[in-house]
């Protein structure tokens, strides 16, 4: 009791393993603020017009697409336009026509805008005639919310690794590795402090982040419950792995960016491209995957998903555990 008292204060002490706690605790509050953020705007039409250029009739018709500012000079217009952080389309009077001018750097749909716009404002008494349909307008993280929340979701899940692998590395660094293979410590008893380090934290930090960004029924809480406790426990038997096998922080350090990447990239591509069947299968060996369909079939309602995946997260505990056995226990022995 007393080493595993020491292993949790080493991590309190550690501001890398703390950064790591509240960094997806964070992004799914900031995911939840995005979502509730009217974002339409940003692809709102600007015009810069100059003062006495344009008929008033021509700046109320401008004004029906987007907001029109009126600059007193032309190199004012000039500068409104070519501004990087801005998308505003200058227009001038051409005759009985209009003249639009742009930058070039601006997103394509502004740049097709100011193409079309001329055309537009030459046949403006036929439209006014047509049938216009106002629709609803969607949401812009909408679509992406449902793979955004899980991806953060998986980052809390998977934060044990960190822990044990920086916890195990600066005990390397500090000696403390070689007195803990000098202590009457059985293998069992070292791996079982390592890991409810990691697994602790991973869990706890999952369960905030999953009240943020879900509200499930009681039904369905259960298996998100498993899901967090098997992801987490996975995740800290591979910051084991990492420990033993890095000679140092910074290797430490590449080797949890490459597993955090594998687990992060592995399910959102395979979502993002439908995989099925026998690939399917194949990405089901890293342990992201299946808590990742899982969670997103507790998002769909499909009870009997999030079962089966909970099941092959559970494969992947006894697996991972048993391996990480047989290489230490040698060692241990030695």
Not at 85 to 108: F, H, M, P, R
Not at 198 to 222: D, E, H, K, M, Y
Request: net charge negative; glycine share 8%.
């Amino acid at each position: 009791m007393k080493g595993l008292q020491y292993q949790l204060k080493s991590v309190l002490r550690d501001k890398f393993c703390l950064m790591t706690f509240l960094l997806p605790i964070l992004a799914a509050a900031a995911l939840n603020f995005m979502g509730s953020i009217d974002l339409s705007t940003l692809g709102e039409l600007h015009f810069g017009v100059l003062e006495n250029d344009l008929p008033p009739q021509t700046v109320t018709w401008l004004e029906r697409y987007g907001p029109v500012t009126a600059y007193g000079t032309q190199e004012e217009l000039a500068d409104a336009v070519n501004e990087p952080s801005t998308n505003v389309i200058g227009v001038k009077a051409d005759g009985e026509s209009l003249k639009t001018a742009v930058s070039g750097d601006e997103l394509d749909i502004f740049q097709q805008a100011a193409a079309t716009l001329p055309v537009l404002y030459e046949q403006r008494k036929d439209a006014e005639q047509a049938e216009v349909q106002v629709l609803e307008r969607p949401d812009i993280l909408e679509n992406f919310q449902g793979i955004f929340i899980p991806a953060v979701l998986i980052v809390a899940m998977f934060m044990g690794c960190t822990f044990n692998a920086v916890n195990i590395i600066s005990e390397k660094d500090d000696g403390v590795a070689f007195i803990n293979e000098i202590l009457p410590m059985t293998p069992g008893r070292y791996i079982f402090q390592k890991v409810v380090t990691g697994f602790l934290f991973g869990s706890l930090s999952s369960v905030i982040t999953a009240c943020i960004c879900f509200r499930l029924s009681w039904q369905n809480l259960w298996i998100m419950l498993v899901l967090i406790v098997l992801s987490s426990f996975v995740a800290a038997l591979m910051g084991l792995f990492i420990g033993r096998f890095s000679e140092g922080l910074m290797t430490g350090v590449v080797y949890i960016k490459i597993v955090m990447l594998v687990f992060i990239a592995v399910p959102i591509v395979c979502a993002l491209l439908g995989v099925n069947g026998l690939p399917a299968a194949i990405c089901s060996i890293v342990p992201s995957r299946p808590a990742f369909d899982g969670i997103m079939a507790l998002s769909d309602g499909n009870m009997g998903t999030a079962v089966k995946d909970a099941g092959i997260l559970a494969v992947h505990c006894v697996s991972w555990f048993a391996l990480y056995v047989l290489i230490s226990a040698p060692h241990k022995r030695l």
